[in-house]
């Protein structure tokens, strides 16, 4: 009765770019700051999201714990328009996909406990 399967959904954005790090300025002419965004693929779009696991919920109310699989596509498309190293514009949409597991622990906050002869039936 306190567990089973879960199916959860959702709709979200998402973006993502290269990042450059370098030990000294001035090491890549190519990658100055006039010339990072031609490079960084710059992407961003629409994401949906599914989650399926399982739940636990135990009686004591101490063990309550859920573990599964997080799916998540991201239609998107760059931003930039234009990439150096390519050469080319990029106007394409783009399909990206990220699959994880998660599990998770949950520790419950009961505001009105009351014991079970306290109930007053009508």
């Given at each position: 009765?306190?567990?089973?399967?879960?199916?959860?959904?959702?709709?979200?954005f998402?973006?993502?770019?290269?990042?450059?790090?370098?030990?000294?300025?001035?090491e890549?002419?190519?990658?100055?700051?006039?010339?990072?965004?031609?490079?960084?693929?710059?992407?961003?779009?629409?994401?949906?999201?599914q989650?399926?696991?399982?739940?636990?919920?135990?009686?004591?109310?101490?063990?309550?714990?859920?573990?599964?699989?997080?799916?998540?596509?991201?239609?998107?498309?760059?931003?930039?328009?234009?990439n150096?190293?390519?050469?080319?514009?990029?106007?394409?949409?783009?399909?990206?996909?990220?699959t994880?597991?998660?599990?998770?622990?949950?520790?419950?906050?009961?505001?009105?406990?009351?014991?079970?002869?306290?109930?007053?039936?009508?």
């Amino acid at each position: 009765m306190n567990c089973g399967f879960i199916l959860l959904g959702g709709v979200g954005f998402i973006q993502h770019y290269i990042n450059f790090v370098f030990q000294s300025e001035n090491e890549i002419p190519q990658l100055d700051k006039n010339y990072q965004k031609g490079y960084d693929r710059f992407t961003e779009g629409i994401a949906f999201n599914q989650f399926a696991g399982y739940y636990f919920h135990s009686k004591n109310r101490l063990i309550n714990f859920y573990v599964g699989v997080d799916f998540t596509e991201g239609f998107t498309k760059n931003k930039r328009g234009y990439n150096y190293d390519k050469m080319a514009f990029d106007k394409n949409a783009k399909q990206d996909y990220v699959t994880s597991f998660r599990a998770g622990w949950m520790i419950p906050i009961y505001l009105n406990t009351k014991e079970e002869n306290e109930f007053q039936f009508r």
